[in-house]
Structures are given as structure tokens and as C-alpha cells.
């Protein structure tokens, strides 16, 4: 049995179909398109109705996509664009439309809970408690549970990686005197939040993925995060994408998802291991559950 999930972010839409597996899921096909709706939003508010016509082309190549790979049920999710956007309606429409099945706007808990659930999924000999840390584009969810019971509680920081290099980190590179205004801001919006009572700390993202590459490890201490974000602050982005193999979009927002990374593993007080799994592969399962029950 296989599954499709479309995925519509701040940053990209990504399309997973999967199969269920033992104890997780298995990719089947996975794809990708860099949209950059948050940036729009940011800017003016709302999606422009050209952005709006790409977007809906893009979900409607996806939904062609998971139904010629035999997907049994599809599932469009919208994130912080649905959110933020002053035209939100708009954009769920658009979907709807051109998928042909319900769009679902997941609320900040709602994210954080499908990402907690994708990214345990993958991790051989899970403790007792984890924490889950998700970077977006526009916004940042922190979850911490246990693999039987599933998340305990969820707190969703408003700020992400696009949303953080429109404000403060617009010139490439970036500055001293604007890093550090990004930092001040990313410390600000992370107050209250304050250690982990688990045991593990996973991250999940654009952000943590492309730090993996960068870095050439998993796990991101203090030490590994410092000096990713010291070379990333060097660097133009087409340098970084040229280097590390990313695209430029990718690229371009990296440094400002670093910073977020660093001030939330200070607040966690633990390393982030950066996990295989997270919103698309949760929202897959949660498919494939209810497709075995019914």
C-alpha cells in the first residue's frame, strides 16, 4: 500500500510517497520545488496571484505524480504560509483545485506532532523521552514526548529561517552588526523556553539536513553548530551552494536556520542529532495508519 503527501512550506513544496515498512516508512519517490512563498509573505503580506498560479501547477504535477505511482490516498498539508499569508483562503483553494482532494492547514501543535512522529521513527533504540526540535521557513516547533505515547508538549516559536533572513539577514553576506541583530532577535523569541527533561534531542528540517552535509555529522553540539555558523557567515550563498552541493535558495537561508539551531541547543542544553525523518515522513504515516484501520 502507498501513500502521497504534499507538503507546501515557507521555503519548498515536496511531495513523499511512501509504503509502510517495518516500524516506519519507506520512501518511494520524493521531489521537490524551491517556491519561496514565505518570502512573498513576508514582504507584502499575502501571495501574489502569479506565485499563487506556480504553486498550484507545482501540487497539481505532485497529485499526477502519487496517483501514476499507484498512491492509495493523497494528502496535501500547508504549513506557516497558511498561517501568515493575509490570503491564506487563496492558497488553500488553489490547492484544493488542482489536487482534487481536501487541502489540510496544520496548525503550529499539529506540525510539531507530525514531525515528532517522523523523525522517532527512524532511530534504532529510542529512550525514554525526546525532544524534537523542527526549523521551517516561517516558524520553528519544539516537541517533547515519549515513543509510546506520543508528544507531550509542544511549543511553536514564530520564527524560521526564511522569515529570519528577510528581517536581519537580507545582504549577502550578512555583516557582524546584522548577525548579531539576528541572534539578539532569535534569543528573544526563544524566551521561556528553557532546558529538556529527555534524553535525546533530534532536529529535523531543511536546516538540519543541509548542516548534516556541511559539517559531515550527525550530531551538532555546540562546538559543530559554531563553527558551522562562523563559515556560513564568511561565505555568499552561491559560495555555499557551490561548495556543499546546495541550492542557492537552500543556501540563501542557511545561516539564519544555523542561528536558530544554535540558540535552540543552548536552550536544550544537549546536542541535536539530526534525524531521518520528520513532517512528511509523520503525516505518511498517519496515512498509512488509517488506511490498514479502514
Known sequence: MRVGVIDVGSNTARLLVARRGIG??????EERAL????????????????????????????????????????????????????????????????????????????EGRLAFGGAIMNVPALPARVTVCDVGGGSTEIVTGTPAGGPESCCSVDVGSLVLTRRFLDADPPGKKALARARAAVECAFDGIEGSTADLALATGGTAGALRRLTGTRVLGPDELARAARALAKCTSVETAREFGLDQVRARTLLAGTVILVETQRRLGMPLEVARGGLREGAAAALLATAVAA
Open 24 to 29: 516506519a516508512v519507506v520512501p518511494v519517490q
Open 35 to 110: 517556491l519561496a512563498l514565505g518570502d512573498e509573505i513576508e514582504r507584502f503580506g499575502r501571495i501574489s496571484d502569479l506565485k499563487l498560479a506556480e504553486t498550484a501547477e507545482r501540487a497539481r504535477r505532485y497529485a499526477q505524480r502519487a496517483r501514476e505511482l499507484g498512491c492509495h490516498s493523497l494528502s496535501v498539508i500547508v504549513t506557516a504560509p497558511g498561517r501568515r499569508s493575509e490570503n491564506a483562503g487563496a492558497l488553500l483553494g488553489v490547492l484544493e483545485r488542482a489536487t482534487g482532494v481536501p487541502v489540510r492547514l496544520l496548525s503550529a501543535d499539529e
